[in-house]
């Protein structure tokens, strides 16, 4: 064996699945097994596997320009996605930094906002963001991501953050704004669902509410939507339900359509114009040696046409209709003790001694749901379905289906156990 997976305990996790195709939502193995792709691979996967439209786009510019240094160049399909993005968000934005991932796409809103300050004569020392955060794991994010087992080996070398408790209460945001605004660079949020930290949903009001006081009290924000961004939360952006625009807003994942990696920063005027001057040293100093790759470009270019020209929101509501149902079923079961349901997320917290993401039901449902040619990678004890929009109320029920499954053997056991 060569490779170390991500996120993998290899001495405990059994072979990796090797892959040979996939197609709309699911993946075929080579052993000529298929399953259905209920976490669109890590949230990346939007209107499908292998789009047609994205093959051929990404085909038509590989044979073109594969690779430029983006210093001093550019080209169309960088162009084309930027053009695109200021559309989608109301030319809120001015400008648009292109990395490659959606950690990149933090570590560079992070030191846009710090820079912004800074290039002022104002030096603020401190980042605010949300307990039970996730914003990637380059150490830049997981500073501002919650402490928890999957940094804790790292605590010593992250920066401090001021921590906002969850749920969220406006009351204290305030109070820590009264106190320390002038020392707090930047609010960074998951806006409307924290992803990795288990599912966990708040309403737009409450992201309005918090939007409001960082605009009242001079703080920028910094919407991170790598995860929530492309539909996830039933609209392209999950900002777009408070109906407000954050100062800086990261994306990934779901940007290519989940066909290639990229990052984007959208930074509105009021930001870049800090940067921009006539002294060099006030440059925006960052850079991956692959920013603005054209293939990946194009990729973006394609699925956000995608969005404009398919029934693309007709989709998402159809699988919200269906989480809304299968909802209803799974309140039934004595093993679910919380269902959240926002978007396209279902999200289901079943009883269990450990409530993190160490739990043992975690592996144990996640092997289950494979046997059942379903692919669910439970976080902890929290069960979540996050499908590629092209799923269809069949593959729904199926995946659904395996859950009560599971949910069944789960009573069963504990029924076992107390005799
Ligand atoms: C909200 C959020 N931000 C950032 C990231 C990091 O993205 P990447 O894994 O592409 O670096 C993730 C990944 O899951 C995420 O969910």
């Not at 002022?120 to 794991?137: E, M, S």
């Not at 408790?165 to 930047?186: G, M, R, S, T, V």
């Not at 990052?263 to 870049?272: C, D, F, S």
């Amino acid at each position: 064996m060569s490779l170390w997976h991500p996120f993998t305990q290899h001495k405990t996790a059994g072979p990796m699945i090797k892959i040979a195709r996939t197609q709309g939502a699911y993946l075929h193995t080579n052993d000529g097994k298929c399953i259905i792709d209920g976490i669109s691979s890590w949230w990346v996967n939007t209107h499908g596997h292998n789009h047609p439209r994205i093959v051929e786009a990404v085909r038509a510019q590989a044979g073109n320009l594969d690779q430029v240094i983006f210093a001093g160049f550019t080209h169309e399909p960088a162009e084309q996605v930027a053009a695109q993005l200021l559309q989608l968000t109301d030319q809120h934005f001015s400008n648009i930094f292109l990395s490659d991932s959606g950690s990149t796409a933090v570590e560079v809103a992070l030191k846009m906002a710090i820079g912004y300050w800074a290039h002022q004569g104002q030096k603020r020392a401190k980042i605010l963001a949300l307990d039970h955060a996730y914003h990637g794991d380059t150490f830049g994010a997981m500073a501002t991501g919650a402490r928890s087992v999957f940094n804790n080996l790292y605590a010593d070398y992250l920066f401090d953050i001021i921590r906002l408790p969850f749920p969220l209460d406006a009351q204290i945001l305030e109070k820590i704004f009264q106190e320390e605004a002038h020392n707090i660079a930047a609010f960074i949020f998951e806006p409307l669902v924290l992803g990795a930290g288990g599912m966990l949903m708040y309403d737009a009001q409450t992201l309005r509410r918090m939007m409001g006081l960082c605009k009242t009290y001079h703080v920028l924000t910094i919407a991170d939507e790598v995860m929530t961004g492309f539909g996830r939360t039933g609209t392209l952006f999950a900002c777009q339900q408070a109906g407000l625009w954050p100062d800086l807003m990261c994306l990934s994942k779901g940007l290519t359509g989940g066909f290639l990696p990229l990052g984007a920063t959208l930074a509105t005027q009021q930001i870049y114009e800090v940067f921009y001057d006539d002294d060099r040293s006030k440059m925006f100093f960052h850079s991956s040696s692959f920013t603005g790759n054209p293939l990946a470009c194009a990729a973006a270019a394609a699925s956000l046409s995608i969005w404009q020209e398919e029934p693309v929101v007709e989709r998402l509501q159809a699988i919200h209709t269906a989480h809304t149902q299968a909802r209803t079923q799974f309140q039934e079961y004595p093993a679910v003790q919380d269902i959240r349901l926002c978007g396209t997320i279902l999200a289901l917290d079943l009883a269990d001694s450990a409530q993190n993401y160490l739990s043992e039901l975690a592996p144990k449902l996640y092997r289950f749901f494979l046997e059942n040619g379903v692919l669910l990678r439970p976080l902890g004890n929290t069960v979540y379905i996050l499908p590629p929009y092209c799923v269809t109320q069949d593959d729904l029920e199926l995946i659904y289906d395996c859950i009560k499954r599971a949910l069944d053997d789960l009573g069963h056991d504990r029924r076992q156990r107390a005799i």
